[in-house]
């Protein structure tokens, strides 16, 4: 398999191996340019959040199964295709391959709690989607809630 790359101001076609060795820093000494530009800042949920215009997913874990599940809804709480994967990247990128995210900032934000529910899945603790991930509150299955 070979990638068009960008090397030293022109594409050229490499393989996979070239292509790691390319972009592997982790070895290596990391340069920063010049003109480096430093951004920083605190995302606002309540002010930053715009709503992707062509639906959104509600995201849960299948604890019986070990599998992570992203719901699309197109329709309020009408899941029309759900998307199941072991790990995040097994959902997050069929859902990109497929187009399902408008926003760049919506694909961010469901990379980012699929991660959260795949530790929650991995580490036995409670999930709630948007809600930050508690360490110290492990999963406790329904029908023990209620004793």
Known sequence: MYFNTYIHDKYRKVSILERKKLCDCSGGK????????TVEREYKSLEDWVNDDMGYFLI???RENGILEAGFC???NVVSVLFRGKKPEDIYFEIGRMKF?????HSSYLGSEL???YLALKNNLAYVQDEALR???????DEEKDK
């Open 30 to 37: 990391v340069v920063m340019a010049a003109d480096l530009v």
């Open 135 to 141: 360490l110290d509150k492990p999963y406790v299955p």
């Open 74 to 76: 197109a329709k309020p």
């Open 115 to 117: 991660c959260k529910a």
């Open 101 to 105: 995210c408008s926003r760049h900032d």
């Open 60 to 62: 849960r874990i299948d």
